[in-house]
């Protein structure tokens, strides 16, 4: 099987993709072998491309081409609110809701005993001071309803406490246990229309 070695490199590479196990990385690189003009060739470039000029925007940590995400530099954008998600996929989820018109702030995880994860790791600093400089009036926990993601948004919010800014969470709707990624844009939209002090 020498002469396979780099669809099998490509295949073993696939199959750390989330939601891709060997099986489907398999048929991945099959569909992709097939169809190399139409798919393959023009992926493989746009994926250099993103390679080279993908980074994290200096302001909240979301992904963009420039220092500044377009969220960030968008002037129609809220300056008052700012919506703390725990990874990209979570303020993607939130802007196909089309419910929210503020800000963001991506922490990047959530804070972890087990993992080493401390406030420091997550740049919660950096938020805070982040709060003050852009006079924000309320900020909003958008963070997963699971035991780490609680404990991440009661330690934001005792942070909070001393500046007297309105703090909420996302309202009843997101399952406990639930991944924003992973929920339908009606009930994203509801949860924040529907919002509650923490």
Request: aromatic residues 4%; hydrophobic residues 45%.
């Amino acid at each position: 099987m020498q002469d396979t070695r780099d669809i099998e490199t490509l295949i073993d590479l696939m199959a750390r993709l989330p939601g891709l196990g060997p099986r489907s990385a398999r048929r991945a690189v099959l569909a992709l072998l097939k169809k190399r003009g139409q798919l393959m060739v023009p992926l493989a470039q746009a994926m250099a491309g993103v390679a080279l000029s993908a980074k994290d925007c200096i302001t909240c940590g979301n992904i963009s081409t420039q220092d500044h995400c377009p969220i960030c530099t968008d002037p129609a954008r809220a300056t008052a609110e700012i919506c703390v998600v725990e990874d990209i996929a979570d303020l993607w989820a939130l802007e196909r809701s089309g419910g929210f018109r503020g800000r963001y702030h991506v922490l990047g995880g959530t804070l972890s005993a087990l993992d080493a994860i401390g406030p420091d790791e997550l740049g919660i600093p950096r938020l805070l001071a982040r709060i003050q400089d852009e006079a924000t009036k309320e900020v909003i926990l958008a963070l997963a309803a699971t035991v780490d993601g609680q404990t991440t948004a009661h330690y934001i919010a005792d942070c909070l406490a001393p500046l007297n800014i309105q703090v909420s969470s996302l309202a009843q709707g997101v399952p406990v246990g639930g991944e924003l990624d992973y929920l339908d844009d009606g009930t994203i939209g509801a949860a924040l229309r529907a919002r509650k002090k923490f």
